[in-house]
């Protein structure tokens, strides 16, 4: 049947959702936190997207994170298009896979060896597991706001105490499955202290996103930072940095390079990428010392595979994405597009007389209707979130695409030119008088 025949996004949404769960394939898609109709794509080039309806929007989603050249980019064209037709998949390794892993290896000195797979959740639940066979120990701590896929043990969401094993957050998980989840609040030593102190032996890993991108913007403070590393060192616990949406985002050797800068010496154990690295087609990783990711199969005791992981289109799209943003300046144009428009979005703030904050890192960036940066998730949910959604939808409707949830990151690719950011600018004015 022809797409073409179909023109509403009305219209689209009804048949998808017949025949798919709230007629889409990823929750925050259906536009549930914001309220109306998901609009469906037909196609997007540069820094924009096109809906059924034949609509242009200013896309500041990018897939999420990976489209971080822009749309249809000709040197990745270019490269998945030639792999694609040497093969689309053998079941074997391939150089590509190599080259991509050296390539990941040589911009992140944290990381002497990799595994790729195909998702940000695989690569996050691969890499706990990996902890827990390495040290032996079955206790886990993760940050509530945090998100590093949809794996059982991390469906979690803090108990009733301090420094309490969590409660699962979907059904379908038993409790049983999370009992060795320690949900903790982000930013808040002090509690990091009281966990270790409780558990510290039995604590595998401590798993965060380095600059969480999965409540808005929050910055870790740095000596929260030190703080871990410390902690996870004194105890023999691993540091997990989930950079699937930070690496090769806010900087070219993710945020755990900016944190490095500050903190002298400072590395995590483990790594986990993903977003960025398959350039939008599915790819992901985790990597680590030789010696931790020694332990995985075929080496090590840790079992671990995948039938299309290192898929040879997608690890060349990886490659070609890699290969334009190691290029000099890159992350200096990027960065300076993306503070551009999160300071114009503050200045709009000012004028309008709406408290609006905002922050940015690279080409990843948060605002919120509120009078100071949010610290942690519970202060991100208490942003004006009727505000934020009707701010959304008049953005939406002068051709700008946000991420449909107060939560979400913001993302500004290479293809965004001085001419889209002050656009943007024009119609956030605008929004933010509605
Ligand atoms: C997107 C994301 C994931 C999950 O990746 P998928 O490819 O969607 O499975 C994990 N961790 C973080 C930090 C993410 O942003």
Known sequence: MSTEARSS??????????????????PVRAFRAVGGTPRFIRRAEGPFMWDIEGRRYIDYIGSWGPMILGHGHPAVLEAVTRAAS???????????????????????????????????????????????????????????????????????????????????????????????????????????????????HDIACVVIEPIAGNMNFV??????????????????????????????????????????????????????????????M?????????????????????????????????????????????????????AGKTRSLIDGLAAAGREAGVPLVSDCEGGMFGFFFADALPQNYDSVMATDKARFNRFFHAMLERGVYLAPALYEAGFVSAAHGDAEIEATLEAARSALRV
Do not use: W
Request: proline fraction near 6%; charged fraction near 15%; hydrophobic fraction near 45%.
């Open 282 to 334: 599915p790819l992901a990783a985790f990597g680590g010392t030789r010696e931790v990711m020694g332990k995985l199969a075929p080496l090590g005791p840790v079992y671990q595979a995948g039938t299309l992981s290192g898929n040879p289109v997608a690890t060349a799209c990886g490659l070609a994405t890699l290969r334009e943003i190691v290029k000099p300046g890159f992350f200096e144009t990027l």
């Open 9 to 26: 996004n009305e219209a689209a949404f009804a048949r998808a959702q017949r025949v798919t769960p709230g007629g889409v394939n990823s």
């Open 219 to 280: 910055r870790p403070s740095l000596p929260f930072v030190a703080r871990l590393r410390e902690l996870c060192t004194r105890h023999g616990a691993l540091l997990v940095f989930d950079e699937v949406m930070t690496g090769f985002r806010v900087a070219l050797g993710g945020a755990q390079s900016l944190y490095a800068q500050a903190l002298p010496g400072f590395r995590p154990d483990v790594s986990v990428f993903g977003k960025v690295i398959g350039g939008g």
């Open 86 to 200: 040497q093969g689309l998949s053998f079941g074997a390794p391939t150089e590509a896979e190599a080259e991509l892993a050296e390539a990941i290896v040589a911009l992140v000195p944290s990381v002497e060896q990799l595994r790729l797979v195909s998702s940000g959740t695989e690569a996050a639940m691969s890499a706990l597991r990996l902890a827990r066979g390495a040290t032996g120990r079955a206790k886990i701590i993760k940050f509530e706001g945090c998100y590093h896929g949809h794996a059982d043990a991390l469906l979690v969401k803090a108990g009733s105490g301090l420094a309490t094993f969590g409660h699962p957050t979907s059904a379908g998980v038993p409790p049983e499955v999370v009992q060795h989840t320690l949900v903790l609040e982000y930013n808040n030593p002090a509690q990091l202290d009281e966990a270790f102190t409780t558990h510290g």
